[in-house]
Antibody, heavy 117, light 109 residues
Framework: QLQLQESGSGLVKPSQTLSLTCAVS??????????WSWIRQPPGKGLEWIGY???????YYNPSLKSRVTISVDRSKNQFSLKLSSVTAADTAVYYC?????????WGQGTLVTVSS | QTVVTQEPSLTVSPGGTVTLTCASS?????????PNWFQQKPGQAPRALIY???NKHSWTPARFSGSLLGGKAALTLSGVQPEDEAEYYC?????????FGGGTKLTVL
């Protein structure tokens, strides 16, 4: 059974960079045919797609976030990461990682990131 | 900016049938948008229900079905159970981009 687990700093200061990691277990992140996504959900609001990376390393980002987002893969650790720069309070959200296989089929439990000084 | 629209809220009686829809600001939703549907209960991560319009995951209850209806993607729940009360989100593919709908809060009453 594939499992994903987010980790990272739960509190980030305004203007700094948010960094999260998604550890994948029960399967290899290098397996072909899958993408690895980040999605976020501000408190009390809906889901917002952030972007994804293919096993090949190619990426696709939400145009509204593209200038601030970087998604990367560390195959040696079987994990992928999200960096979001120049954060503001509007970036406060629960951040989820998910696998793109048959749709977004497997999700992590999510981690809350608060942007505050 | 592409907008995906869902009903904000719907109410259904236990044992009843309800259809949730998902519309695109770009026009009719087709299979090429690979509609996905997710269920989210309070405090939990979203759970995938349907992919590519009508395909179910191995864990998707049989009472959930996906289709295209009148230019929209649709999720139909037949024989609704109390545990189906949740927020439901659709997701559409626009080439490489993905856009979520705003969600439908389904109340079972």
């Amino acid at each position: 059974q594939l499992q994903l687990q987010e980790s990272g700093s739960g509190l980030v200061k305004p203007s700094q960079t948010l960094s999260l990691t998604c550890a994948v277990s029960g399967g290899s992140i290098s397996s072909g045919g899958y993408s690895w996504s980040w999605i976020r959900q501000p408190p009390g609001k809906g889901l917002e797609w952030i972007g994804y990376i293919y096993h090949s390393g190619s990426t696709y980002y939400n145009p509204s976030l593209k200038s601030r987002v970087t998604i990367s893969v560390d195959r040696s650790k079987n994990q992928f990461s999200l960096k979001l720069s120049s954060v503001t309070a509007a970036d406060t959200a629960v951040y989820y990682c998910a696998r793109g296989g048959d749709g977004l089929d497997y999700w992590g439990q999510g981690t809350l990131v608060t942007v505050s000084s | 900016q592409t907008v995906v629209t869902q009903e904000p809220s719907l109410t259904v009686s236990p044992g009843g049938t309800v259809t949730l829809t998902c519309a695109s600001s770009t026009g009719a939703v087709t299979s090429g948008y690979y509609p996905n549907w997710f269920q989210q209960k309070p405090g939990q991560a979203p759970r995938a229900l349907i992919y590519s319009t009508s395909n179910k995951h191995s864990w998707t209850p049989a009472r959930f079905s996906g289709s295209l209806l009148g230019g929209k993607a649709a999720l139909t729940l037949s024989g609704v159970q109390p545990e189906d009360e949740a927020e439901y989100y659709c997701l559409l593919y626009y080439g490489g981009a993905r856009v979520f709908g705003g969600g439908t809060k389904l109340t079972v009453l």
